[in-house]
């Protein structure tokens, strides 16, 4: 079979496909025939081994996969051989097979196409649970989203409308905004075409009342300034590479609240949450009323260019390796 490998760290033209022997199935386990596998920010970072945690060479990248249940382990009955299923993790996805624990897939509902269930498993359950458990936002609410077309940020856009809130995107460019107002944004920023905090206030004169942050750097304090007393601003990733530092007398003098979100540790420590909010998320996905916007393709053989596209902040929405 063949798969992607990280044998060694760096930019994303180290991945190199290559021909490997099939994984062996273990106790509990399931294999899958991969079909689809999608892009995540992270996966650039753990080739590059400048993510939060290390995963020793040599590695098949990719966080999130879809494709068929292909042999169960003795004793597993849930999932069948046959179910499409898609699932997560920290690495291993850019392949044509894997094994992973048969309780650590879900299955697809019918409705939804391989390549959509590769590319929902991060970027869509990071905005819903932002959305619903961080900063809380309700109907009627003014939402402001950064990063408003990448994988994370464009998921919160079409999620927060969803929800009820009036959207604000900021992009880099007219075209990311675009497709930011086809999912639901009401308001669009371009932060190339000037000084975003004057943007802001044209735009939101009573202030926003979140903010969902998958960017950092120099667009964090401008986009904080905005919001009015009480706001929330969710901190969920440094995509621009820089980690911001906010006067912490803004946060005094405007009383608003500054929260983060890291998958793991809500897992851990708000899981009755988290089960609740899957399975709004899944109903969502089921009845199509939501629906990962996927701006690029490539293939198996492609993964490292797959890589590089995320890396230059090229990506609109969701990038896919299409394995089939
Ligand atoms: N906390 C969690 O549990 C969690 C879960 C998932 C992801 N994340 C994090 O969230 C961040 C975004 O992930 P994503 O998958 O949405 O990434 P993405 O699809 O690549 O989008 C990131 C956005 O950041 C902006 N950006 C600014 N400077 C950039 C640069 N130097 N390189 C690339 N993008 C740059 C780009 O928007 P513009 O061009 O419009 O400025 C881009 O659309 C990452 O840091 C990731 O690690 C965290």
Not at 83 to 89: I, L
Not at 146 to 156: D, E, K, P, R, S
Not at 169 to 197: F, T
Request: proline share 5%; aromatic share 6%.
């Amino acid at each position: 079979m063949r798969a992607a490998l990280c044998r060694e760290y760096g930019a994303p033209d180290v991945v190199r496909v290559e021909d490997v022997a099939p994984p062996q199935l273990g106790d509990g386990q399931v294999r899958i025939r991969v079909r689809a596998a999608a892009v995540n920010y992270p996966d650039v970072l753990l080739v590059a081994n400048e993510y939060q945690v290390k995963v020793p060479t040599p590695f098949v990248p990719g966080s999130e996969f879809a494709g068929l249940v292909a042999e169960v382990a003795d004793g597993v009955t849930e999932p069948a051989v046959g179910d499409r299923v898609s699932g997560t993790g920290l690495v291993g996805a850019f392949t044509e097979e894997l094994v992973v624990p048969a309780e650590g897939v879900r299955r697809i509902p019918d409705a939804v196409d391989d390549r959509s269930a590769a590319a929902f498993g991060v970027s869509h359950r990071t905005a819903y649970n932002v959305l619903r458990s961080v900063a809380r936002v309700r109907a009627g609410e003014e939402l402001l989203v950064l990063g408003a077309a990448g994988g994370v940020g464009l998921a919160t856009v079409q999620l927060g409308a969803l929800l009820g809130a009036s959207v604000t995107a900021v992009a880099s460019s007219q075209g990311k905004l675009e497709v930011a107002s086809s999912y639901g944004a009401r308001n669009l920023v371009n932060h190339r075409a000037g000084d975003l905090r004057p943007a802001l206030r044209e735009i939101l004169p009573q202030g926003g009342d979140a903010v969902v942050d998958p960017v950092g750097g120099s667009l964090s304090e401008p986009a904080l300034r905005t919001l009015r007393w009480g706001g929330r601003f969710v901190t969920v990733g440094y995509a621009s590479g820089v980690v911001p530092r906010i006067p912490l007398n803004l946060v005094l003098l405007k009383g608003v609240h500054v929260l983060g979100f890291e998958f793991g540790a809500f897992a851990a420590y708000a899981a009755d949450e988290l089960d609740r909010n899957e399975q709004e998320l899944l109903g969502l996905l089921a009845d199509r009323r939501v629906r990962p916007h996927i701006g690029a393709t490539f293939g198996l053989d492609d993964a490292a260019a797959a890589l590089r596209y995320v890396a230059d902040g090229k990506a609109v929405g969701k990038v896919v390796v299409d394995v089939a």
